[in-house]
């Protein structure tokens, strides 16, 4: 079993930065693949970010690409989201996602990811 607790959400005006984090439980974070997505009201939880079982691959959605970037602390036990030049349609509910175990570097899909977070609320007002 994997635990996933997500922190670091809030509210930030327009081209400011947040960080959020997401802390796993157990010993199998180093072998996991991990993902950020998120879900704005009356949308589709739609893919962020994701990031290989060593850190070495990252990938990200257009639509933040060069503006968030992940991270992860394998000792730590922990994956980070760092988030700048915040825009309002940023807005929406922030889940961090598991993969264990995970055969692939980085995964975008909903339904490769077998744990979840129960997400963290960031909002960017304009």
């Known amino acids: 079993q994997v635990q996933l607790v997500e922190s670091g959400g809030g509210l930030v005006q327009a081209g400011g930065s947040l960080r959020l984090s997401c802390a796993a439980s157990?010993?199998?974070?180093?072998?996991?693949?991990m993902g950020w997505f998120r879900q704005a009201p009356g949308k589709e939880r739609e893919f962020v970010a994701a990031i290989s079982r060593s850190g070495g691959t990252t990938n990200y959605a257009d639509s933040v690409q060069g503006r968030f970037i992940i991270s992860r602390d394998n000792a730590k036990n922990t994956v980070y989201l760092q988030m700048n030049s915040l825009k309002p349609e940023d807005t929406a509910v922030y889940y961090c996602?598991?993969?264990?175990?995970?055969?692939?570097?980085?995964?975008?899909?909903?339904?490769?990811?077998?744990?979840w977070g129960q997400g963290t609320q960031v909002t960017v007002s304009s």
């Open positions: 996602a598991a993969r264990f175990p995970s055969t692939i570097a980085t995964m975008t899909k909903v339904g490769q990811y077998n744990y």
């Open positions: 157990g010993r199998t974070f180093s072998s996991s693949a």
